[in-house]
């Protein structure tokens, strides 16, 4: 278990489409302990490899007041709802900013968890925001890129506070 730094948005692999996982090792499980670590001690929402470096399809989320970590081993977003709405994001390679981004308000996601099993998840709210971010994540997307304009960018204020609760 580790703590790994979280890169930011000027390195080339948050750019990059994520290589799918072949074989749930001892590898990958321990980039999973060490990326939930990571998630904790910046206390976000969710984590994906790509920020730690790693451009493997790996994702951890964790909804606040939640105990329960969902591990997303290659996961691919299978239905969108029909709505969407302007959600306030912000991003955990992006210390200290926030934006408004269209978000579908319900996800669904297939996956592969830690053990290798095939599952669906569905979030609404929050988790389908940050189903959609980090799935974003391994395709090279940031949430920056779904602004028309970097000015479309806000400073956060709290400095204590602009990590937390950042996916
Ligand atoms: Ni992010």
Redesign the pocket.
């Known amino acids: 278990m580790a703590i790994m730094p979280v890169i930011k948005m000027d390195n080339p692999v948050l750019h990059r489409k994520a290589k799918k996982v072949r074989k749930i090792d001892s590898s990958i499980q321990k980039l999973i302990d060490d990326m939930i670590d990571t998630m904790h001690d910046v206390e976000g929402v969710?984590l994906?490899a790509p920020?730690v470096g790693v451009p493997l399809q790996v994702i951890v989320i964790q909804m606040p007041d939640e105990e329960e970590v969902i591990t997303l081993i290659n996961p691919e977003i299978l239905k969108n709802s029909e709505e969407s709405e302007m959600m306030t994001e912000g991003?955990?390679?992006l210390p200290g900013y926030r934006g408004e981004v269209k978000r579908f308000t319900s996800v669904t996601v297939k996956a592969r968890d830690r053990e290798g099993k095939l599952i669906r998840v569905r979030g609404e709210g929050l988790m389908a925001q940050a189903l959609q971010?980090?799935v974003d994540?391994i395709n090279g997307i940031?949430?920056v890129d779904h602004l028309d304009s970097m000015d479309k960018l806000e400073k956060t204020k709290e400095e204590d506070e602009e990590e937390a609760g950042?996916?």
Do not use: D, P, R, T
Request: hydrophobic share 40%; with cysteine.
């Open positions: 969710g994906a920020q991003c955990l390679s971010h980090e994540h940031v949430f950042s996916i």
